[in-house]
Every structure is written in structure tokens, then in C-alpha cells.
């Protein structure tokens, strides 16, 4: 029986170990070297933070943070992803709530971090770290204990963590993924931001598939020619996206320049599709299936 979603990596790394878990523009890791790698991180991590708390982890979004996600969860402990565009003031109210002396960030970010009240660890020592991976603190790990947290928006002041575990990841994944029938063939396109719950059903969909998730880079959403390349080149089958960047492509008129042709399924949710846009996209892509995640499309 699979009791956390880390059970869920290794059968799936176990049926598909060289087939594409994850893939930025830089670098991609199959399912296989994805689990050996993080299992390694995860004992430099294990030698900072103590089982069952938290793991602030913030740079851009890339593979390597994905790596360190699990890095985490195989060190026995939770992450969150901080943006680090986001004010010293609200970032420093995110550490104190998680109440974690370190924060896992890049040398790029170096004299971000020097405003905030937790001692950075550079992911680049992290990496040149060689501690043995803590097996026990893995098989310790039971369903209810965290596997991310992920902050409110902080409309009332004061921005709040959402703590959720690995029973809810299970529950939740399990019905979302036979719901919307995705499966090892699906290559998802992960356009929300880590710290967006969104992008839950991009990482875990695929882990408990084996489908391959694709990390689009922030700026392609300024630029409809790069984003639709980049869904063509990936043959990309499924989009979990926000309507507002859906509406970046039909807006701007990016179908008169490359179709992508391999979208199968359309999921949208975080505001009302405007219905001209629907009707764009269903006029280029009429074959894909389309979702309203609130409600009817």
C-alpha cells in the first residue's frame, strides 16, 4: 500500500526509470535519476533541518527545484517555494510562520537573502555536500505528516500557510488523475508559478503517473511566438493553466502564427473564461478536450 507520495515516485521510477519526469529549457531528469538524486540531496538537507519541518526553498523554477522538493520530503521534512520577487517584509513573515532558521536559495540570490532573518544555504554547496541518505527518516515518514506548504495571498494582512499532507496530495491526485484521464502518455505543460496550488496538479500528476512535465519559463508568457514554440517543439498533450494565460495566446492572435497540434486536453480555472477566447481556442484546437475546473464549460 502507498502511504506517501514518495511511494508514489518510486513505482513510477520503477515502471518508466529513463523516460522524461521533469524538463526546463536547460536540463531535463528522467523518473529514475530524479529519485537517486534527491534521495542523495536529501542527506545535506537532512543535516540542516530536523525531521518534520519546513524547507523554504527559493529560486527560479527549474528541475533542480523540483529535485530539491523531494530532496526534502526523502529528508523527512516539508517544503515551501518563496518567490523571490516577493517583498523582504512578506518573505520574513513566511519564515518566522514556518519558524525555520535556513533558507534553501542560489548564489544568484545572495544579496536577496541578506535582508532576510534565516541564514541561506547555497543549493551550490548543497550539491558539492557528500552525506549518506537517511533511510530512516524516509520509512519514518507516516500520511498525515506535511508535504508542502504554500502561503495565501495575504489579502487580509498577513499571509497564511496552507499545510498539506501526503493522505491529501493521495486522495486528491488519485481522483483528479482518473477524472481527467491522465496517464504516461500525458506531457504536461506547467505554466503556474511553484508557490501556486495549481502547479500540485502538474508535479503530482505526472508522479503518480508517469507523464512528463514540462516547465515553461515565466517570460514565455510575454512572448506568444516562445510559448507556442516551445508547446509545439514538447509536443505537449495537456494544459492545467490559468484562463489569463490561455487568453495570451487567442488575445494576441498567436494561432495565426504555429498550432499546436498535439494539446489533447484544456483545463482552466482562476477567473471566467471569457467566451470569444473559448471559442478561438476551440476553433484551432477542436479535438482537445476542454475543462472548466469551477464548474461547466
Not at 514554440?229 to 493553466?241: A, H, K, V
Not at 484544456?266 to 477542436?286: A, C, H, N, R
Request: with cysteine; aromatic share 14%.
Amino acid at each position: 500500500m502507498k502511504y506517501t507520495v514518495l511511494d508514489y515516485l518510486e513505482k513510477t521510477a520503477e515502471i518508466y526509470p529513463d523516460k522524461v519526469a521533469f524538463a526546463d529549457v536547460n536540463y531535463s531528469i528522467t523518473w529514475k535519476s530524479l529519485v537517486d538524486e534527491s534521495k542523495s540531496l536529501s542527506g545535506a538537507i537532512a543535516k540542516y533541518f530536523p525531521k518534520g519541518t519546513a524547507v523554504p526553498v527559493m529560486c527560479e523554477k527549474s528541475v533542480v527545484t523540483v529535485k530539491l522538493f523531494f530532496a526534502a520530503l526523502y529528508a523527512g521534512c516539508f517544503y515551501s517555494f518563496f518567490d523571490f520577487s516577493f517583498p523582504d517584509e512578506r518573505l520574513n513573515l513566511m519564515i518566522k510562520t514556518l519558524e525555520t532558521p535556513f533558507i534553501l536559495t542560489d548564489k544568484k540570490r545572495e544579496k536577496k537573502v541578506q535582508n532576510l532573518c534565516a541564514q541561506p544555504l547555497f543549493i551550490e554547496d548543497l550539491l558539492a555536500e557528500n552525506i549518506c541518505y537517511n533511510e530512516k527518516r524516509r520509512n519514518n515518514i507516516i500520511d498525515v505528516e506535511p508535504v508542502y506548504a504554500n502561503f495565501t495571498s495575504g489579502s487580509t494582512g498577513v499571509p497564511k500557510a496552507v499545510v498539506v499532507s501526503h493522505r491529501s496530495v493521495i486522495d486528491f491526485i488519485s481522483c483528479f488523475t482518473e477524472i481527467f484521464e491522465i496517464t504516461s502518455d500525458d506531457r504536461i505543460a506547467n505554466q503556474a508559478p511553484f508557490d501556486f496550488d495549481v502547479s500540485v496538479k502538474d508535479i503530482f500528476s505526472a508522479v503518480f503517473t508517469g507523464a512528463s512535465v514540462y516547465l515553461i519559463p515565466k517570460m514565455y508568457f510575454s512572448f506568444p511566438v516562445k510559448l507556442l514554440d516551445f508547446l509545439c517543439e514538447n509536443q505537449i498533450t495537456t494544459l492545467i493553466w490559468a484562463v489569463s494565460a490561455l487568453c495570451i495566446i487567442s488575445t494576441l492572435n498567436g494561432f495565426s502564427y504555429k498550432i499546436p497540434t498535439s494539446i489533447k486536453k484544456i483545463m482552466f480555472s482562476g477567473e471566467v473564461m471569457p467566451i470569444k477566447q473559448l471559442k478561438i481556442w476551440k476553433k484551432y484546437i477542436p479535438d482537445a478536450k476542454y475543462v472548466n475546473l469551477f464548474g461547466p464549460t
